[in-house]
Every structure is written in structure tokens, then in C-alpha cells.
């Protein structure tokens, strides 16, 4: 469970995210939604440590984020909205390998966590390649790619599907579905709701700040729709 208790953040004191609070449950797929500027990427980068409340709390299956940095970006894997943004290595291969070999795990299991997740993306035959050489499409599940080899309860993604073509969009959507019948929570923000609204148990709509809209896909897809395109 991801637990938001009452968090306030901001930048240079310019108020972001005000008593906000939120439950993700284990397994939950939740799409998030709203405006340019309401807080969706400040919100994400509060699940495992990469901004720290003001005041209130993140808690990651119970622990406080900030108490144990390590278990927190071990259970919730980010994905940035720019793919090249968190790519380490040259290779395919190399890049997947960073978060485990980082766990200090033996090689033989870092190689099996390297093909387990490029398997789950569908790149498992583009290990060698170079990053430079991929397209948006096999950029984004890379990136994907190298957040499961830590092999994370959840999965954490900023705007997936910005700057792909049609069938990278598809692709992605498509890696993101079995994962998510497989039992891993994601938590993901769009602009884009009608893209994801049939994977979603639950939409979250964003505004100012504060959570708005908490609801199923269906009863919250009206009102919704028009807070992505606003
Ligand atoms: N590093 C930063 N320094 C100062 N202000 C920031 C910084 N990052 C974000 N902000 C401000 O915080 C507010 C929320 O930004 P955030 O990126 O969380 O919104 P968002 O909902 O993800 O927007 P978008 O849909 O455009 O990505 C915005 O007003 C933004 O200008």
C-alpha cells in the first residue's frame, strides 16, 4: 500500500500539494489525471523519495518513505516522462542491469532479472543494442524495463505515452496490461484518460494541489475528460 497522510509540498514556498492524502491499495491500477501544473509529477516523486513532504507523510506498505530509501525505490519503480531522463548505461542490457547490480545481487540473478524484465516489455531480443538506436516506442519499455528488474510492487510512470506514435502507444498500453494482470500495482499519470480509462480500477483527478476526483473509471470518466484536456 502507498499511503499520502495529509502531505504539503511546495516549491520556494509557492504551495504544490496541500494536505493531500491517498491510498493506493497492492495490485490497484490508478490513473491520474489533471491540468498542466496541478501537481501529478511532484505527487509521483513523492512514492519513493525523490521530493520529501514539508510537512505530512509518504508510507510505502507501512514504512515511511524517507526512513528506508532503499525499500521504498526497491518496491516502487519510476518511470519519467522522458525515457532518456533515467537511461545510465549504452547498452539495453547494460541500462536494465544498473538497479539490480546496485541491490548487489550475483551476477547469474542480475542475468535473470535483466531477462526477465526485457521479456515482460518484449526487447528481450534487443539486449546488445544501443539505446541511441531504439525508437521512442522501445525507449519507453526499456525504461519500464530497467523499473521491473528491480521487481517492484509498483510501477510509478509520468505521462508514458507522451511523444509516442500509434503503435508504440499500443505496445506500451498492451506491456502495461499483463503487468498489471500479473499483480503489479501502477500508478500513472496522462493526459490522456480515454487511452488507459478500460486498464484503470480507479481515476484520481488533480486540481491546484488537491484531489478532486476519486472514482471508478465510469463514474468519473465525464468529468474527467474534461480536466485532461483542459
Ligand atoms: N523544480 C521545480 N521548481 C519550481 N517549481 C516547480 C518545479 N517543478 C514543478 N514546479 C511547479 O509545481 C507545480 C506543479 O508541477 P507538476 O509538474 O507537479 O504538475 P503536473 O500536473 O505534473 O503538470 P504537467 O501536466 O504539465 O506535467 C507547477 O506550478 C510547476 O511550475
Do not use: C, M, Q, Y
Given at each position: 500500500m502507498i499511503e499520502f497522510r495529509s502531505v504539503t509540498y511546495g516549491f520556494d514556498d509557492v504551495p504544490v500539494l496541500e494536505d493531500l492524502s491517498l491510498t493506493i491499495e497492492n495490485g490497484e491500477f490508478v490513473v491520474l489525471?489533471?491540468?498542466?501544473?496541478?501537481?501529478?509529477?511532484t505527487l509521483l516523486r513523492h512514492c519513493n523519495g525523490l521530493l520529501t513532504p514539508d510537512s505530512g507523510t509518504v508510507l510505502v506498505d507501512g514504512t515511511p518513505v524517507e526512513a528506508d530509501l532503499i525499500a521504498a525505490r526497491s518496491t516502487v519503480g519510476m518511470v519519467f516522462q522522458h525515457p532518456r531522463d533515467q537511461f545510465v548505461a549504452a547498452t539495453v542490457g547494460t541500462d536494465v542491469a544498473f538497479g539490480p547490480e546496485n541491490l548487489g545481487l550475483e551476477r547469474s540473478a542480475i542475468d535473470s532479472r535483466v531477462t526477465a524484465a526485457l521479456e515482460a516489455v518484449n526487447m528481450a531480443d534487443r539486449e546488445d543494442d544501443r539505446i541511441e538506436t531504439l525508437s521512442g516506442g522501445e525507449q519507453a519499455r526499456v525504461?519500464?524495463?530497467g523499473a521491473l528488474a528491480m521487481k517492484p510492487l509498483y510501477l510509478v510512470l509520468?505521462?508514458?505515452?507522451?511523444?509516442?506514435?500509434?503503435?508504440?502507444?499500443?505496445s506500451v498500453r498492451s506491456r502495461l496490461e499483463s503487468l498489471s494482470d500479473r499483480g503489479t500495482g501502477v500508478l500513472l499519470a496522462t493526459h490522456d484518460l480515454r487511452e488507459i480509462r478500460d486498464l484503470a480500477d480507479r481515476v484520481i483527478g488533480m486540481q491546484d494541489g488537491q484531489i478532486i476526483i476519486d472514482d471508478t473509471p465510469e463514474q468519473a470518466l465525464d468529468d474527467c475528460a474534461e480536466l485532461a484536456t483542459r
Open positions: 489525471v489533471g491540468p498542466n501544473g496541478s501537481g501529478k509529477t525504461a519500464i524495463a509520468d505521462e508514458p505515452f507522451t511523444g509516442l506514435d500509434t503503435p508504440a502507444r499500443r
